[in-house]
């Protein structure tokens, strides 16, 4: 017993020793700058969209810059999945941050909004549109996620499509 528990663990540290020798797969230079060319664009738009949202006077100003940046991560989720082969990892990074503008910018942004616009206002009118459209964004990119047996399969993009959800629950107008 005593031999076989031995050799058992000789073989497991070997293969531990084994699997830590292979080298990972180095990134190629072309994947590389393929990669920064796909997120140069996002990224100007969003560091845009965040220097105006410090910039807005009112709630409502920031709500919508914030409603702005959402469409500009729900367009770049879209041209992720229109690929053949879709990349998981890259379509839940991207739903991550949709997500998490919802749940840290739009939401609470919208909710102090709520709070100081008054019904009739020519500002309750804008806030209904803001969130008329956030929502629309929102429900188009999870209907995607419904839509596409290529996303549905993972589960890692499941989780993703459950906090889109919540997301849209949270900034869903208010009757």
């Known amino acids: 017993m005593k ?10 540290l070997l293969s531990v020793w084994a ?8 990134v190629l230079a072309a994947d590389r700058l393929r ?3 796909a997120n140069r664009d996002l990224l100007e738009d969003l560091l845009d969209r965040g220097l105006k949202v410090g910039k807005a ?9 914030c409603r702005l940046a959402l469409g500009t991560l729900a367009d770049a989720l879209n041209r992720a999945t229109e690929e053949p082969a879709v990349d998981a990892d890259r379509v839940a990074e991207l739903t991550d941050h949709l997500t998490e503008l919802v749940q840290s910018g739009l939401a609470p942004t919208l909710a102090e909004a709520r709070a100081r616009v008054r ?12 969130e008329t459209a956030a929502t629309t964004d929102l429900t188009a990119v999870r209907n995607q996620f ?3 047996p290529r996303l549905a ?8 499509q459950e906090r889109l959800r919540d997301a ?8």
């Open 153 to 160: 399969r993972s589960p890692k993009l499941k989780t993703c």
């Open 19 to 26: 699997d830590a020798q292979t080298a990972p797969a180095p």
């Open 3 to 12: 031999r076989l528990t031995l050799t058992l663990a000789a073989f497991a």
């Open 168 to 175: 849209v629950a949270k900034i869903a107008p208010k009757e």
């Open 119 to 130: 019904a009739g206002s020519p500002g309750a009118e804008q806030l209904a549109k803001i």
């Open 57 to 65: 006077d009112t709630q409502l100003d920031r709500a919508d810059e």
């Open 146 to 148: 419904l839509l596409d």
């Open 35 to 37: 990669l920064l060319h």
